[in-house]
T-cell receptor, first 112, second 113 residues
């Protein structure tokens, strides 16, 4: 199993551009989520999904959209990038409620 | 709102020593608590998951304890090695269905050869 994969590893955007961060898992996990990690702060939940077709907002959802059309994929869309969205983004998944969560390697995003 | 504190923020110890990392959280209504390590520029690697009904969980040289009522967890590392150098994060999970983990800023551990 590849586990949780994320692409790209690095990305530089200009303010106002849009892009999609990709996340995929091959473990048949129902639960997937997106976090962002900023210096001096803990990881914060952006959006999560409890299964295909079901998504909900986390702690810091503004400026981000998600959809979950398959069990395997959970892309994160930045609609109009802002410098405040410069961060490292992590995708995570777990098999069951309260199960162990597995994280991807992250995407480092810089918005200029 | 759950808040997680990990003290100290940084710790340096000689190789071979046993050490304890501390984690405290403000809301004791948790479902479980997970410990992770993060190497510089990398993702999070799960170390241990301890359920709210458990007191301890062990994996190799690692032992995690949980005192839910007092809002504390510790990670004990036995016979530390240079490869243990990393940032260690604890993350309690809320007692709801959103799978949200709340993270502190971690303890950066350096093992001196």
């Amino acid at each position: 199993n590849a586990g949780v994969t994320q692409t790209p590893k690095f990305q530089v955007l200009k303010t106002g551009q849009s892009m999609t961060l990709q996340c995929a898992q091959d473990m048949n996990h129902e639960y997937m989520s997106w976090y962002r990690q900023d210096p001096g702060m803990g990881l914060r939940l952006i959006h999560y999904s409890v299964g295909a077709g079901i998504t909900d907002q986390g702690e810091v959802p503004n400026g981000y959209n998600v959809s979950r059309s398959t069990t395997e994929d959970f892309p994160l869309r930045l609609l109009s990038a802002a410098p405040s969205q410069t961060s490292v983004y992590f995708c995570a998944s777990s098999y069951t409620t309260g199960g162990e969560q597995y994280f991807g390697p992250g995407t480092r995003l810089t918005v200029t | 709102k759950q808040e997680v504190t990990q003290i100290p923020a940084a710790l340096s110890v000689p190789e071979g020593e046993n050490l304890v990392l501390n984690c405290s959280f403000t809301d004791s209504a948790i479902y479980n608590l997970q410990w992770f390590r993060q190497d510089p520029g990398k993702g999070l690697t799960s170390l241990l998951l301890i359920q709210s009904s458990q007191r301890e969980q062990t994996s190799g040289r690692l032992n995690a304890s949980l005192d839910k009522s007092s809002g504390r967890s510790t990670l004990y590392i036995a016979a530390s090695q240079p490869g243990d150098s990393a940032t260690y994060l604890c993350a309690p999970k809320e007692n709801f269905g959103n799978e949200k983990l709340t993270f502190g800023t971690g303890t950066r551990l350096t093992i001196i050869p």
